[in-house]
């Protein structure tokens, strides 16, 4: 049985930083294309980060870059997700997701449960 567990969220104020961490099991996912989305009270899911599955190339939503970065660990089946210069509009659940075809591409095959990240002003 495939599963992504994330962890790493809490709260922290504006402007620190958080590291979120998603293992996967049930499967190795060397070769994905693996990412990272969020969903705020009352919104719906949004794009944040993805990573090709070596790690070459990445893809950040306008409202993070430059402040986020993912990262891989495919010895560990694990994808991180470095926050800095948190705002408050960054408060959502944030789920890992697994098995794009591209980058660019919003389809994935296996999600997380998510974590919630809180950033109080």
């Known amino acids: 049985q495939v599963q992504l567990v994330e962890s790493g969220g809490g709260l922290v104020q504006a402007g620190g930083s958080l590291r979120l961490s998603c293992a996967a099991s049930g499967r190795t996912f060397s070769s994905d294309v693996m990412g990272w989305y969020r969903q705020a009270p009352g919104k719906e899911r949004e794009f944040v980060a993805a990573i090709s599955w070596r790690g070459g190339y990445t893809n950040y939503a306008d409202s993070v870059k430059g402040r986020f970065t993912i990262s891989r660990d495919n010895a560990k089946n694990t994808v991180y997700l470095q926050m800095n210069s948190l705002k408050p509009e960054d408060t959502a659940v944030y789920s890992c997701?697994?098995?794009?075809?591209?980058?660019?591409?919003?389809?994935?095959?296996?999600w997380g449960q998510g974590t919630q990240v809180t950033v109080s002003s």
């Open positions: 997701a697994a098995g794009a075809s591209s980058i660019y591409s919003g389809t994935y095959n296996y």
